[in-house]
């Protein structure tokens, strides 16, 4: 890997006692030789300069797989597997402090001079194998393979597959770039159902870190996402928490879907996202306002149902009183009819769309 300097970062494995470290290094000394192995990271400059180098690792073996670099802050991430009960990590606030089977991963970063920063093991009960690494935002990302018996990986909930599929299944892991404090909030579930004019987001934590607050998203196609409202955190919380948000958005009850995430908001700024869920409403496809209608009966429709054709009104007896269509746009999801001349009493409004036709029952 390099930074944004063009310097070159390395990582591996060694099983020798004279790897040629750097004075002052991290780890000065193969901590399991003559066998079996531990990890190196050596960083070079763009001119071929050895700037620093080290082991890592603790007394039974460790083997050095990926590496990244943060091009904003030059910081490095390494990860690959270890099955020592003695790895060293940072402290008793990293996400995963003690090796939990035969073989676990880890995360380990080092700012740009050679000092760690953070570790912390990844794993499950079983053999876990790392295959790479990668960085976006605040977050680094591992993935990999594991052999790890049902309900012991360290998998979070509402994880799009929670539970091990086979003999060995793939993963991918998030964590904090920052693994050496603990996770802002721990979730437990997110969930969205609709209620027919209503859509019901339901979320729990099973501890929460300086957390400021939710903001709640809404999107049409899962990736571009607006706020729609805010719920207020815990602050600092080690219960369970549970939050209600309903969204009262007056297409919902003629059958829009839309997706939801939360933005999990720090009080230094930060957010985390969540993960998407979507909720659909099963409603008519057809919003007919206000009702009872004044001098105006406005017409929408559903995105999923069409453009408007032509409109009728009728009344209890299946006499046309209204038509318009002649002068409308096949474009328009939307309409108003004049229904001023009207008398007050129960009609039948009949649209005409690309989709097929709607009947609605509206009152003036």
Not at 175 to 196: D, H, I, K, Y
């Amino acid at each position: 890997a390099t930074d944004a300097s063009g310097n070159v970062v390395i990582t591996g494995s060694t099983s020798s006692t004279d790897f040629p470290v750097s004075p002052g290094a991290f780890q000065p000394n193969n901590a399991n030789a003559p066998w079996p192995y531990d990890a190196f990271l050596v960083k070079f400059s763009a001119g071929g300069a050895r700037q620093w180098a080290t082991y890592y690792g603790g007394t039974t073996s460790e083997y050095g797989y990926g590496v990244a670099v943060d091009q904003a802050s030059g910081n490095i991430f390494i990860t690959g597997n270890t099955n020592s009960t003695d790895f060293p990590i940072v402290s008793a606030s990293a996400p995963q402090t003690t090796n939990a089977g035969s073989d676990d991963n880890y995360l380990v970063s080092f700012d740009p001079s050679g000092n760690r920063l953070c570790a912390t093991y990844v794993g499950g009960a079983g053999q876990n194998e790392v295959a790479g690494i990668g960085l976006h935002s605040t977050y680094a990302y591992i993935a990999g393979f594991s052999w790890t018996p049902p309900g012991t990986y360290c998998v979070t909930a509402g994880s799009f597959q929670t539970v091990i599929g086979g003999g060995v299944d793939s993963y991918i892991a998030q964590l904090p770039q920052g693994s050496c404090t603990t996770l802002p909030v721990e979730w437990l579930t997110f969930t969205g159902r609709n209620s027919g004019t209503e859509n019901i987001l339901q979320w729990s934590t099973a501890s929460e870190t300086a957390n400021e607050c939710f903001i709640i998203e809404r999107g049409v196609d899962g990736e571009r996402f607006e706020a729609i409202g805010k719920e207020k955190g815990a602050g600092n919380s080690n219960s369970l928490k549970n939050y209600v948000y309903t969204d009262t958005d007056p297409s919902i009850a003629f059958g829009s879907g839309f997706y939801y995430r939360l933005g999990q908001k720090n009080y230094d700024g930060t957010v985390a996202y969540s993960q998407v869920v979507r909720v659909v409403s099963h409603g008519p496809g057809i919003r007919v306002y206000p009702v009872p209608a004044e001098d105006q009966l406005y017409v929408e429709l559903a995105a999923a149902h069409g453009k408007i054709y032509s409109m009728e009104v009728s009344d209890p007896a299946g006499k046309i009183l209204l038509r318009m269509g002649a002068a409308m746009s096949k474009e328009v999801a939307s309409g108003s009819l004049d229904v001023s001349g009207l008398a007050h009493g129960m009609y039948f409004l009949r649209v005409v769309t690309s989709c097929g036709e709607q009947d609605v029952k509206f009152t003036r």
